[in-house]
Nanobody, 124 residues
Framework: QVQLVESGGGLAQPGGSLRLSCAASGFTFSLYAMSWARQAPGKGLEWVSSIYYDGSDISYADSVKGRFTMSRDNAKNTVYLQMNSLEPEDTALYYC?????????????????WGQGTQVTVSS
C-alpha cells in the first residue's frame, strides 16, 4: 500500500530555514506527480507546491513563491521542500501527497494519498 512519511519539521525563527522530506513507498514513485500542502491552526488545507513525475514542472502557491523550493529524487523515492525566509504565517502541519497522474497540479482533489504530516512552527 502507499506510504508517505514526512520528516524535517520543527521550530524555526522568523527568517530561518527548514527542509522537509517525504519518503514514499508502495507505488512506482517516478510515475506520479507529488505535492506539498499545509493546514494552519483553525484553517483549511492549503496547496503549497507540486512537481511533475520527472521534475520538469514545479508550481507554487503565491504565498510561498520565491521562498520555498520543491524538488524530488526519483532514485531515492523522496520529495523535498526547502523553506527559506520563514514567516509566522508559515506555521502549519505540512503534508505530502501522491498525485493521481504524472502531471497533477494545484487542486487537492488531484491527489489520492496523504502522509501523516510534519509540524512546522515559526516563532521567535
Amino acid at each position: 500500500q502507499v506510504q508517505l512519511v514526512e520528516s524535517g519539521g520543527g521550530l524555526a525563527q522568523p527568517g530561518g530555514s527548514l527542509r522537509l522530506s517525504c519518503a514514499a513507498s508502495g507505488f512506482t514513485f517516478s510515475l506520479y506527480a507529488m505535492s506539498w500542502a499545509r493546514q494552519a491552526p483553525g484553517k483549511g488545507l492549503e496547496w503549497v507546491s507540486s512537481i511533475y513525475y520527472d521534475g520538469s514542472d514545479i508550481s507554487y502557491a503565491d504565498s510561498v513563491k520565491g521562498r520555498f523550493t520543491m524538488s524530488r529524487d526519483n532514485a531515492k523515492n523522496t520529495v523535498y521542500l526547502q523553506m527559506n525566509s520563514l514567516e509566522p504565517e508559515d506555521t502549519a502541519l505540512y503534508y505530502c501527497a501522491k498525485g493521481r497522474t504524472y502531471y497533477s497540479g494545484r487542486y487537492l482533489n488531484d491527489y489520492d494519498s496523504w502522509g501523516q504530516g510534519t509540524q512546522v512552527t515559526v516563532s521567535s
